[in-house]
């Protein structure tokens, strides 16, 4: 059974400084990870993608993988109150239907 | 708005009655999904389709069972409602077999009493 991990936070930050989310996974030949974001009471949309090991950057956002360690972290900078909303980490996809597993998300509260 | 849509929104069923959610998409897409969500679970996969007439189950699907008639309806339907299938139940589409993001639908309240 595959486990993706993530910390429920909630994890507060103030406006305009760097959120960090992480993820842990446990199945070693996981190659793919996404993250999403949700809002309250609305359905999960997709943030970014990371395939390969190292630093991945979309505007505002960071994604970091690391196959050694079994760990994908999401980084916002320039936090906004906007932001605040559950971040869900998913694992798998490649080859598999495009099924995923997801992690039960952390809640990110930006104060302003 | 991405071409998918739930229906219904909501809905409160007795326990021991037959439930239909139904998941109808105008992308073409041919991979379509149910996931449930569940405080402290996260998104867990029911069944999944791959084509016209192609299903199979996912982590989480004793109790439901789901048909594909059709390109652009998923159905899942919940034999015998339980207080347990008490859920957010969200229909995913995905364009690609592989590493392919999801479009989610709006989400569908499921309350078993």
């Known amino acids: 059974q595959k486990e993706v991990e993530q910390n429920s936070g909630p994890l507060s930050v103030p406006e305009g400084a760097i959120a960090s989310l992480n993820c842990t996974y446990s199945d070693r030949g996981s190659q793919s990870f996404f993250w999403y974001r949700q809002y309250s009471g609305k359905s999960p949309e997709l943030i970014m993608f990371i395939y390969s090991n190292g630093d991945k950057e979309d505007g505002r956002f960071t994604a970091q993988l690391n196959k050694a360690s079994q760990y994908v972290s999401l980084l916002i900078r320039d936090s906004q109150p906007s932001d605040s909303a559950t971040y869900l980490c998913?694992?798998?996809?490649?080859?598999?239907?495009?099924?995923?597993?997801f992690g039960s998300g952390t809640k990110l509260n930006v104060k302003p | 708005d991405a071409g998918i849509t739930q229906s219904p929104r909501h809905k409160v069923t007795e326990t021991g009655t037959p439930v239909t959610l139904r998941c109808h998409q105008t992308e073409n897409h041919r991979y379509m999904y149910w996931y449930r969500q569940d405080p402290g679970h996260g998104l867990r996969l029911i069944h999944y389709?791959?084509?016209?007439?192609?299903?199979d189950k996912g982590e989480v699907s004793d109790g439901y069972s789901v048909s594909r008639s059709k390109t652009e309806d998923f159905l899942l339907t919940l034999e015998s409602a339980t207080s347990s299938q008490t859920s957010v139940y969200f229909c995913?589409?995905?364009?690609?077999?592989?590493?392919?993001?999801?479009?989610f639908g709006s989400g569908t309240r499921l309350t078993v009493v």
């Open positions: 998913a694992e798998g996809g490649l080859y598999n239907f495009n099924k995923f597993y």
């Open positions: 995913a589409i995905s364009e690609s077999d592989r590493d392919y993001g999801y479009t």
């Open positions: 389709s791959y084509g016209v007439k192609d299903t």
